[in-house]
């Protein structure tokens, strides 16, 4: 068939745009996400995250079982941030964790890696102190191989049980040495994070589900962050975070989890003056 030359630049346009959005990972509206946002966020308006959030994901992860999300978000002068949420349109837990903040901060910085189980709209949800929400989105492809959420936890099972619980806490970047300094650190946390999705080989039933719901950071009584996860994060979670130093010589990790297994750790941020 013979295009007219109208019909062919029309084509080339529309194969154009296409392709620019494949290159620069533009995230398309997935026929989730109209259920996600009535369900999660009951259809309150969401304004663009340009210029309030930067997302940060990659656009084809090397392992999908494991995938680093992170976001930055900067919010006006006279507001502060609620609650940050980082969603997955296609995964079955799609709103994957959300971080209530402490602190009345206006900038925070916030990581964590999540399963992916199909390529996927990623998306960072921030709601101010005055109710407005925020939304910066990303196109995150899937790089094959068996659906993250269905596959079972790296190591061997006994090893991971010996270690649940055990937790490593990390400075990144320049030690504060005073007060209302912005310090950045990494919690990680061992435990499998089993998502009831898994088939035993063996006794062809499901692994029940076992996952962190729960992870909160103060700094002395002060509350840094309260997390509450989903099956959609990884194995191990590991969440990196800033926080305004306080005076306080000491950041204490809580982490719980659905089987009410709880652990709880403080550790040194250095010198309290």
Not at 11 to 38: C, E, K, R, V
Not at 77 to 99: E, L, Q, W
Not at 102 to 131: P, Y
Request: net charge negative; proline share 7%.
């Amino acid at each position: 068939m013979v295009r007219s030359p109208r019909r062919l630049a029309t084509h080339l346009a529309f194969a154009a745009i296409a392709a620019t959005a494949l290159l620069t990972g533009a995230a398309q509206a997935s026929d989730t996400w109209p259920g996600i946002h009535a369900e999660a966020f009951g259809g309150r308006p969401m304004k663009s995250g340009a210029g309030v959030i930067a997302l940060s994901a990659p656009y084809r992860p090397d392992d999908v079982r494991s995938v680093p999300f992170e976001a930055d978000v900067t919010l006006g002068k006279g507001h502060t941030i609620k609650t940050v949420y980082f969603v997955v349109d296609m995964n079955p837990s799609p709103v994957a964790a959300t971080f209530q903040m402490g602190g009345k901060r206006s900038r925070a910085h916030l990581g964590i890696n999540f399963r992916l189980d199909q390529q996927s709209d990623v998306r960072v949800v921030v709601e101010a102190d005055d109710g407005t929400l925020y939304m910066s989105e990303q196109l995150v492809k899937f790089a094959g191989g068996q659906a993250s959420c269905s596959a079972p936890p790296v190591g061997d099972p006994a090893e991971i049980a010996a270690n649940m619980g055990k937790m490593d806490f990390a400075g990144v970047g320049a030690k504060p040495n005073g007060t209302h300094q912005t310090a950045r650190a990494r919690v990680a946390l061992n435990h499998p994070n089993h998502t009831g999705m898994v088939l035993d080989p063996i006794s062809l039933l499901y692994i029940p589900l076992l996952m962190v719901d729960h992870i909160e950071a103060r700094q002395g009584d002060e509350l840094v962050f309260e997390m509450t996860g989903s099956i959609t994060v990884a194995q191990n979670p590991s969440v990196s975070f800033d926080y305004v130093t306080n005076g306080a010589s000491e950041m204490t990790i809580t982490a719980r989890d659905t089987s009410q297994g709880s652990w709880t750790r403080s550790f040194p941020i250095g010198p309290s003056g």
